[in-house]
């Protein structure tokens, strides 16, 4: 936190330095106040989702850092999606930070958004179609790495028959994600599709697939909660079945310090809001470009019973 936090102020320095330097002509505005600038993060995230209540943090903390203005909206339906890009287009925004878990969904939207000169980030899903729907750049975790990371872990664990629990229908993302894993575990690897919005739903699906297959050594869960629903799952199905899973809270470091959990993957959410609009903020004040046309990775970075106690604190604080 402390060290993002000085990354945008050393930024914001430079560029005061260089408003009065050399010649001693003043040279571009000092800062986002001068400017007066309004971006929307525009999102697929259902409502209470926790994830994706960080990425809002991390937004959030960057546009107070920056003394910007900054708004936060998301649906998980891609036609809604596209609805508020629009709206944010039609808002005149001088930036959007877009998420893609349909890519093509999506698509229209923000391409009509680069046409009008507005300046677009994509951030945790929507990778591979980012550079050619014209975004500056993509800030998130590759799907296909982490999944292979997370594939070969279990791997070296000595898991071999694996479910992958995807909790929104048709993301593309948490598809690949399962795939990745899939091909770096080998062995058996089934995808099991729950509504990650209803908790009891989710648990008593797992519940139901660990009681038709008891040689299921493992779950895979693609977010926190559905972690927590799993650990549960297990215990009403009487199932040896260890969980792992992607993304943390402060229930899931529990679940790792008890025992419940093996590990989790962070793709560190609070970074993607928070980079969003710092690659915005520097393309605005000081026509920078991030990435260098590659994306920029918050993750994956594993967290077990050796870190996880490390970790609590910030996961308190909303930002992990």
């Not at 960080?54 to 546009?63: D, L």
């Not at 795939?179 to 509504?195: P, R, S, Y």
């Not at 679940?255 to 710092?278: C, H, L, R, T, Y």
């Not at 990435?291 to 594993?302: C, D, K």
Request: hydrophobic share 40%; glycine share 12%.
């Amino acid at each position: 936190m402390k060290k993002i936090a000085m990354i945008g102020a050393v930024a914001a320095g430079m560029l005061a330095v260089t408003a009065c330097s050399g010649t001693g002509k003043s040279e571009g505005p000092a800062n986002s106040k001068d400017l007066d600038l309004t971006y929307a993060v525009v999102t697929h995230a259902p409502p209470g989702d926790a994830f994706w209540d960080r990425v809002k943090s991390g937004a959030e903390r960057a546009a107070d850092d920056y003394g910007l203005t900054m708004t936060y909206s998301g649906d998980p339906d891609p036609a809604e999606q596209s609805n508020l890009i629009d709206s944010a287009v039609a808002d005149g925004v001088d930036g959007l930070v877009v998420s893609m878990a349909n890519p093509d969904g999506v698509k229209s939207s923000v391409e009509k958004a680069v046409a009008a000169g507005i300046p677009v980030v994509t951030v945790n899903a929507g990778q591979d179609q980012s550079r050619a729907f014209g975004a500056i750049t993509h800030v998130g975790q590759s799907e296909t790495l982490a999944g292979e990371a997370v594939g070969a872990r279990m791997k070296k664990d000595g898991f071999s028959n694996a479910v992958c629990v995807i909790q929104v229908a048709g993301a593309v993302n948490l598809e690949e994600r399962c795939a990745a894993a899939k091909g770096a575990m080998g062995g058996t690897m089934k995808n099991l599709q729950v509504d990650g919005t209803d908790d009891s739903q989710v648990t008593t699906t797992i519940t139901t697939r660990l009681q038709s297959d008891k040689n299921i050594d493992v779950i895979l869960t693609l977010g926190g909660q559905q972690a927590i629903d799993a650990v549960a799952a297990v215990k009403d199905a009487g199932s040896d079945a260890k969980v792992v899973t992607f993304d943390l809270s402060e229930d899931v470091l529990a679940g790792i310090e008890a025992g419940e959990i093996q590990w989790a993957v962070d793709q560190q959410p609070f970074v993607q809001g928070f980079e969003g609009i710092s690659v915005l903020y520097l393309k605005s004040v000081n026509g920078n470009d991030l990435g260098g046309g590659q994306p920029i990775y918050s993750g994956p970075a594993f967290v077990d019973s050796s870190n996880a106690k490390a970790i609590a604190k910030y996961a308190a604080n909303g930002t992990r």
